[in-house]
């Protein structure tokens, strides 16, 4: 079950200088979480037996959807289980490698993999993004790149007008879903 929010209310309300449980910082954070789940395509937390279909590859190894993987409960080929430590190994990276001089065979939705995935606790380039995210949905008007009041102007940086910033970007290219094409 994923968290409501990728980063610590808290950590937000001291950038911001409101309380933790304001709806407008509540709402921005929570719009900042669903931004980077979205972007990434993944809950992100710790999700318990996930069940895909996979692709094979003609390859020894592939990669699983999402990282780092925690646990692999079964792997089918074909409605056949294969039995880990003889057939296939995986590492916490995603990596699920045919054994004994056998390769995946490259055929569509050839593989039934349950598996456990995600982060507990959510890492710290994660947070820092969402709550860059969040203080910038918070304090800047959608659309707005300046604004003029009396005989002040302010205009707001390239996160502002762009959406992200370099930091979000890395996150979500860390963090994204891998597709056979990543393998």
């Known amino acids: ?44 937390d710790l999700v318990p037996d996930d069940h895909v279909t ?24 074909d409605g056949e289980l294969l039995v880990e430590g003889t057939d296939y190994q995986w590492s916490d990276m995603g990596a699920l490698r045919r ?5 995946w065979p490259d055929r569509l939705r050839c593989l039934a993999v349950v598996y456990s995935h995600g982060w507990n606790p959510i890492p710290e380039d994660i947070q820092e993004a969402v709550i860059d995210q969040a203080r910038t949905m918070f304090t800047v008007p959608a659309g707005v790149q300046s604004r003029a009041v009396g005989g002040q102007s302010v205009t707001f940086g390239a996160t502002a007008a762009v959406g992200v910033s370099s930091q979000w970007s890395a996150a979500v290219a860390r963090h994204k879903i891998r597709t056979s094409g990543d393998a």
């Not at 409501?4 to 001291?14: G, H, R």
């Not at 020894?60 to 409960?73: H, K, R």
């Not at 054994?99 to 390769?103: E, I, Q, T």
Request: proline share 7%; glycine share 6%; with cysteine.
């Open 99 to 103: 054994l004994n001089c056998y390769r």
């Open 54 to 77: 996979l692709d094979g590859n003609g390859r020894e190894s592939l990669l699983l959807p999402v990282w780092p993987t925690t646990e692999v409960a079964s792997v089918e080929l």
């Open 1 to 44: 079950m994923a968290t409501e929010f990728l980063a610590d209310p808290d950590e937000l309300a001291v950038w911001l200088g409101k309380p933790a449980n304001d709806p407008k910082l509540l709402a921005a954070l929570r719009a900042a979480t669903r931004r980077f789940r979205g972007a990434v395509g993944h809950d992100v």
